[in-house]
């Protein structure tokens, strides 16, 4: 039974920095491409980044891309990003994703298992 479980978020001023971790066990993930998605009040879920689950490639969205980093640990099993620069539009519910294959996917529907998500709240 795959699980992943988000740690990390919390209450940071505007221009501050956090690190939200994922903790993935129930399976071998050497196939998997991690992503993370965040959900702000009253918006869709939307992609924030992704990596393969031994490292290498990345990929973000835009609207965080210089700003955010995402990496894995494979001894720890668990995937990481970490936040710079903070503003209050990065405001939401993170979550942790896993699927087989590219991590070139963006779309919600494209992810097989989730986690039940960290709050992130950033004040201005």
């Known amino acids: 039974q795959v699980q992943l479980v988000e740690s990390g978020g919390g209450l940071v001023q505007a221009g501050g920095s956090l690190r939200l971790s994922c903790a993935a066990s129930?399976?071998?993930?050497?196939?998997?491409?991690m992503g993370w998605f965040r959900q702000a009040p009253g918006k869709e879920r939307e992609f924030v980044a992704a990596i393969g689950w031994s490292g290498g490639s990345t990929y973000y969205a835009d609207s965080v891309k210089g700003r955010f980093t995402i990496s894995s640990d494979i001894a720890k099993n668990t995937v990481y990003l970490d936040m710079n620069s903070l503003t209050p539009e990065d405001t939401a519910v993170y979550y942790c994703?896993?699927?087989?294959?590219?991590?070139?996917?963006?779309?919600?529907?494209?992810?097989?298992?989730w986690g039940q998500g960290t709050q992130v709240t950033v004040s201005s």
């Open positions: 994703a896993a699927r087989q294959g590219s991590i070139y996917a963006s779309l919600m529907i494209q992810y097989r298992y």
């Open positions: 129930g399976r071998t993930f050497s196939s998997y491409a």
